[in-house]
């Protein structure tokens, strides 16, 4: 399965919603999907992973660098599955990245910041 990234804006803030699965074959293509979908003035990212069905250390590398990019109060991920919150629990990243159970908290944890 390829990986698709479907965008809206919540006022300032880009969300990109994406849908299949990030493996080592996909990552590549995720991360140019999401940086290709930013516009130069965008500052305030939150990726919505509802529809992500698996995602390994290449995705959370990926998440990473826009993390990085970012930085912790302008990004966040949020609406993962059961299985990929674990994997960002059990990695740790859940301490060096926002982790929201809906977008909608996630939009209301960054517009607060």
């Known amino acids: 399965m390829t990986v698709d990234v479907k965008w809206r ?3 300032d803030i880009a969300i990109a919603s994406v849908l299949g699965r990030i493996d080592n074959a996909s990552a590549p293509d995720f991360q ?3 940086e290709g979908g930013l516009g130069a003035d965008d500052d305030t990212l939150i990726l ?3 529809k992500v069905a698996f995602m390994s250390s290449a995705g959370l590398r990926v998440c990473l660098i826009l993390a990085r990019r970012f930085g912790a109060r302008r ?3 949020c609406s993962l599955t059961e299985l990929n919150r674990e994997i960002v629990a059990v990695s740790g ?3 060096l990245i ?3 159970t809906t977008q909608a908290a ?3 944890a ?3 910041s």
Do not use: K, N, S, W
């Open 75 to 77: 990004f966040a991920l």
């Open 32 to 34: 140019g999907l999401v």
């Open 93 to 95: 990243f859940d301490q």
């Open 110 to 112: 960054i517009g607060r």
């Open 98 to 100: 926002a982790v929201h």
């Open 48 to 50: 919505d992973m509802e």
């Open 106 to 108: 996630a939009v209301e």
């Open 9 to 11: 804006r919540e006022g």
